[in-house]
T-cell receptor, first 114, second 115 residues
Framework: NAGVMQNPRHLVRRRGQEARLRCSPM?????VYWYRQLPEEGLKFMVY????????ESGMPKERFSAEFPKEGPSILRIQQVVRGDSAAYFC????????????FGPGTRLTVT | GQQLNQSPQSMFIQEGEDVSMNCTSS?????WLWYKQDPGEGPVLLIA?????ELTSNGRLTAQFGITRKDSFLNISASIPSDVGIYFC???????????????FGKGTKLSVKP
């Protein structure tokens, strides 16, 4: 059973460009979470999605950031018009659903904005 | 927002030593999870706790869900070099009406080898 997959692992964008990060959850998992991690910091929740629905986006900036988890295909985190402050590691996690709340993480995408 | 206080921030270990770290919150949690993260990788789940007072082991690792539901502890016995890394606690806060499943993370405990 493959784990959570994320791609690309590394992404370099110039200021003003768009970044698209992809996450394929573990098989059988319908709940996806996106987190952001700065160096020497813990993970900060951004958004929680189920298939075709955003459940909680309270941790995601209102502007430039969006996320989706379509019926078919991976979950996408999109950052438009990137700025240097967007440079971070972005992790996706998935879980199967209640009653378990254990989240399994992908390897992350390291975004560098130049 | 809610933050978890994880301590110590860092510690040096010598092979064979036992290691302890803990996490506290100001509110009640329904779930405590412990993860380990190696450089350049995603966090790997070590132990999950669901009930107050619960004590769970995974090999040389033992974690406890505090009775007050506001803290959790992780112990590593007889440490070995591959235990080096960053350990994160994460909790699911009990809330009413909020979304389920979101985790709040501590800032991590960095384990390094004694020079």
């Amino acid at each position: 059973n493959a784990g959570v997959m994320q791609n690309p692992r590394h992404l370099v964008r110039r200021r003003g460009q768009e970044a698209r990060l992809r996450c394929s959850p573990m098989k059988g998992h319908s709940h996806v979470y996106w987190y952001r991690q700065l160096p020497e910091e813990g993970l900060k929740f951004m958004v929680y999605l189920q298939k075709e629905n955003i459940i909680d986006e309270s941790g995601m900036p209102k502007e430039r950031f969006s996320a989706e988890f379509p019926k078919e295909g991976p979950s996408i985190l999109r950052i438009q018009q990137v700025v240097r402050g967007d440079s971070a590691a972005y992790f996706c996690a998935s879980r199967p659903g209640p009653p378990t709340y254990e989240q399994y993480f992908g390897p992350g995408t390291r975004l560098t904005v130049t | 927002g809610q933050q978890l206080n994880q301590s110590p921030q860092s510690m040096f270990i010598q092979e064979g030593e036992d290691v302890s770290m803990n996490c506290t919150s100001s509110s009640i949690f329904n779930t405590w999870l412990w993860y380990k993260q190696d450089p350049g990788e995603g966090p790997v789940l070590l132990i999950a706790l669901y009930k107050a007072g619960e004590l769970t082991s995974n090999g040389r690792l033992t974690a406890q869900f505090g009775i007050t539901r506001k803290d959790s502890f992780l112990n590593i016995s007889a440490s070995i070099p591959s235990d080096v890394g960053i350990y994160f606690c994460a909790g699911r806060e009990r809330n009413y009406g909020g979304s389920q499943g979101n985790l709040i993370f501590g800032k991590g405990t960095k384990l390094s080898v004694k020079p």
